[in-house]
């Protein structure tokens, strides 16, 4: 079982810039991918980006590519989502998820553990 704790949400204006974070647990011998997602209210839950183990792959959302940027901190002790020129439409819930897996997904089942999510809200 893996505890995952996202951090970093919070109110911003529109074009603002915010940083999520996500601890992902105690180490590990077996390797793993993470990915992040969004729920906004009255919506499925979406995928945001997600990263493999190695750091070399990763992959976005059309709707968040080129704004957002998804990397890992050099221990593997957490996972970043860098969020640039934030709009209305960002407004949600925000998940980390991991996967026992090197390689990264993109559908929500593919996930194995997730946490509980962090808010964030963009004020226009």
């Known amino acids: 079982q893996r505890q995952l704790v996202e951090s970093g949400g919070g109110l911003v204006q529109a074009g603002d810039s915010l940083r999520l974070s996500c601890a992902t647990g105690?180490?590990?011998?077996?390797?793993?991918?993470m990915g992040w997602f969004r729920q906004a209210p009255g919506k499925e839950r979406e995928f945001v980006a997600s990263i493999d183990w190695t750091g070399l792959k990763t992959y976005y959302a059309d709707s968040v590519k080129g704004r957002f940027a998804i990397s890992w901190d050099n221990a593997k002790s957490a996972v970043y989502l860098q969020m640039s020129s934030l709009k209305d439409d960002d407004t949600a819930v925000y998940y980390c998820?991991?996967?026992?897996?090197?390689?990264?997904?993109?559908?929500?089942?593919?996930?194995?553990?997730w946490g509980q999510g962090t808010q964030v809200t963009i004020s226009s």
């Open positions: 998820a991991s996967r026992w897996s090197t390689i990264a997904a993109i559908t929500a089942h593919e996930y194995d553990y």
């Open positions: 105690p180490r590990t011998l077996s390797s793993f991918s």
